[in-house]
Every structure is written in structure tokens, then in C-alpha cells.
């Protein structure tokens, strides 16, 4: 069974700090790796990771993926209270039909 | 703003009413998809439809009934529910199915 684990589950920080928030994967037939912010309702869309090894950046944001360990990784440098949220990650598959498989998501708290 | 609108935001309903959930996509995408998200909980994948023709049922029971009249538009038809299907949900849309899903702020469904 296809399964995304997100760790750890929950984060409380300070201002400025640097977090990294992982995300493992076993699945079949990988497609797509995609990273999403939760704020209150709508998971707004963060990064898409297709190759291993290159880094996609945002800002502060920057995100990596390892397609033989099977994980990602989500850095966040000089952390502000604005990125308190809870941070999904999602793999997409392809057999036929294409599916997202989320994980539980990281609640990181950012205390000012 | 995703370009996703959906309409209640949140709605309260008993176990025998039938009510509807709107979805909007305002992108031109192709894909749209319907999510449940309950607390401690992965976003569950319901259904999805590309083209307005149903390509995924995930094992869904048969009290949630979706309907796709257009590619713009996106209903989720809900009769004689239960408490258990309290819930948070999403709908998304992408330009295509494997692409990044954009989504809407959910509606927050709660039956009593």
C-alpha cells in the first residue's frame, strides 16, 4: 500500500530559527513530489519535485528530494511568525491513473 | 486567492437532509478533485474528474454523490450522512491529472 510519513508531527520554534521538516515515501510508480502550506483552510502550493538532487528555492524556503532514500526535505531559514502553518506533503503516482497520496502533515509553531 | 471558490463554507446539516457542496475553478484546468480532510487524518482523495468524466471513485459510500457539469463546476451531492462524516472538505483543480492541484478554502461540514 502506497504511503507518504511525515515527521515530526509537530514543531514549536523561535523566530528566526531554521527548521527542517522531512517527508518519507514507498509507493509505486512515482511521479511527483509536492510540498503545500495550510494556514487556516486552502493548502496553498509550496514546491515540485520531479529529480533528485536539485534543490527548488523560494525565498526562504528551499526543498530537495532523494528519489533512492525515498524521502524530502522542507528547510525553512530565519523562521517568522507568518510560517506558523501546517506543512503537507503529497506524492503523486501513475498507474493507469494518477493519484496524490498525502501524509499527515508537520504543525510548526513560530513564536515571536 | 487560489481561483478555487467553494461555496458553504460551512454547513451544518442533520443525518437525514440533502444538501450540495459547490466547487468553482477560475484556471481553465482540466482536472478536479474532491478531498476530505479530518482532523489528525492524511487528505483523503474521493474522487477525481478529468475531461468532466469520472476517473477515480475511491471506495466512496454511495451517500456522497459527485457531479461535474462542466469543467468549471463541481458538486458534491450529500444525503442521509453520519456523524463520522464530519469533516473539512477540499476541492482542488490542476491543468491536468499529475499536475500541481490548486485548492479551494473547504467547506466545514458537520452533521448531527
Known amino acids: 500500500e502506497d504511503k507518504v510519513v511525515q515527521s515530526p508531527l509537530s514543531l514549536v520554534v523561535h523566530e528566526g530559527d531554521t527548521v527542517t521538516l522531512n517527508c518519507s515515501y514507498e509507493?509505486?510508480?512515482?511521479?511527483?513530489l509536492l510540498w503545500y502550506k495550510q494556514e487556516k483552510k486552502a493548502p496553498t502550493f509550496l514546491f515540485m519535485l520531479?529529480?533528485?538532487?536539485i534543490e527548488k528555492k523560494s525565498g526562504r524556503l528551499s526543498s530537495i528530494l532523494d528519489k533512492k532514500e525515498l524521502f524530502s526535505i522542507l528547510n525553512i531559514t530565519a523562521t517568522q511568525t507568518g510560517d506558523s502553518a501546517v506543512y503537507l506533503c503529497?506524492?503523486?503516482?501513475?498507474?493507469?491513473?494518477?493519484?496524490?497520496?498525502f501524509g499527515t502533515g508537520t504543525r510548526l509553531k513560530v513564536l515571536a | 486567492e487560489t481561483g478555487v471558490t467553494q461555496t458553504p463554507r460551512h454547513l451544518v446539516m442533520g443525518m437525514t437532509n440533502k444538501k450540495s457542496l459547490k466547487c468553482e475553478q477560475h484556471?481553465?484546468?482540466?482536472?478536479m478533485y474532491w478531498y476530505k480532510q479530518s482532523a489528525k487524518k492524511p487528505l483523503e482523495l474521493m474522487f477525481v474528474?478529468?475531461?468532466?468524466?469520472?476517473?477515480e471513485n475511491n471506495s466512496v459510500p454511495s451517500r456522497f454523490s459527485p457531479e461535474c457539469p462542466n469543467s468549471s463546476h463541481l458538486f458534491l451531492h450529500l444525503h442521509t450522512l453520519q456523524p463520522e462524516d464530519s469533516a473539512l472538505y477540499l476541492c482542488?483543480?490542476?491543468?491536468?491529472?499529475?499536475?500541481?492541484?490548486?485548492f479551494g478554502a473547504g467547506t466545514r461540514l458537520s452533521v448531527l
Open positions: 484556471l481553465g484546468h482540466n482536472a
Open positions: 509507493v509505486t510508480n512515482f511521479r511527483s
Open positions: 474528474y478529468s475531461l468532466e468524466e469520472r476517473v
Open positions: 482542488a483543480s490542476s491543468q491536468d491529472q499529475g499536475s500541481i492541484q490548486y
Open positions: 503529497a506524492v503523486c503516482t501513475t498507474s493507469g491513473t494518477y493519484k496524490y497520496i
Open positions: 520531479t529529480s533528485s538532487g
